[in-house]
């Protein structure tokens, strides 16, 4: 049985910010997200990212994006990319994307897929198959980005390899596309699939919803007792992709990062349903009650 992850563990693996750190010790996220349909999930991935420590958060997408992100977001650097299929971003812009600094690379919120049109997802698939393989850090493959990466998986070819380590997060509808599986198959025991896949794929896999499995290809594996039904709404994952994101750049090994991404962002939504009512919440609520807990915890 996987152990759950605990308050002590989660402030025992983030440390505190070193008086002599700089903007580069915490890295740089580079957030490849967002599309004229789903504007949104690029901000709050961007958001969760700054507010969980990064160093640099820039975010690559298509000018509506953008406009809203400096609008919302000061902090975030931006990358302009080319408008393709159904307003997501055009494969035109990955030697561009390409040429950003980045120490971790998000790739998947709100990019687009077949709930737009073939070729929006055709487009996502290349992003996928282009800007994994050969990054020189770790990623998070999130949303679209894992849609494309079934298919992929489907068509017989092989998850990409990066320098770092890759961490998926995908909620049992995107495991079930990803596997194959149904998604009464992978509830059944989803502990077991996590941990088979994370292996199988060497990757980290974060299987979300009511107690999240986040399982390691060493065969470590834990469970999120944190979090509520108030999470159960769009755009709750993207700020997760964020934070894990954003623990990633500030050098956490991807299991670590994972963990206590999932860890601190359920603990906030329980904040954030006290306050609101698991029906009243939303996710950007999650974001200030972040912010209390490493004030509390002098992080
Ligand atoms: N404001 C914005 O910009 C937002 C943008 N967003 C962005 O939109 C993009 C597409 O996201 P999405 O929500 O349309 O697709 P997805 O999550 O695959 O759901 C499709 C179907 O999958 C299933 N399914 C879902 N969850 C399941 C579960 N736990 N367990 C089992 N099945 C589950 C379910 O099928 P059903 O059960 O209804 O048949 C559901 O109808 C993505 O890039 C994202 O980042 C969103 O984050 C929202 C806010
Ligand atoms: N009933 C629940 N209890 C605890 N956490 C939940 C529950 N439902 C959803 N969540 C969490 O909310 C997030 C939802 O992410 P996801 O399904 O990808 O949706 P989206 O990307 O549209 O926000 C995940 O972190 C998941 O673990």
Known sequence: MAVEITEDFVWQVIPPRPRE???????TVLAVA???SYRGAALL???GALRTGAGIVT???VEPVLAAAAARLPECCLCPCAAGADGGISPESIPFI???KATVLLLGPGLGGTAQS??????TRVLVQRLLPGFAGSAVLDADGLNAAAQLLAEGKALPHLTGELILTPHPGEMARLTGLSVAEISADREKIARQYAKKWNVVVVLKGSRTVVAAPDGRACVNPTGNPGLARGGSGDVLAGMTAALLACRLPAFEAASCAVYLHGAAADRAAALCGEYGMLPHDILPQLGRMFAENQR
Request: charged content about 20%.
């Open 34 to 36: 967002g599309s004229a």
């Open 98 to 100: 390409q040429r950003q």
């Open 21 to 27: 750190s700089h903007k580069g010790t915490f890295g």
């Open 118 to 123: 073939a070729a929006r997802a055709a487009e």
């Open 45 to 47: 991935a961007a958001e």
């Open 59 to 61: 975010l690559a997408s």
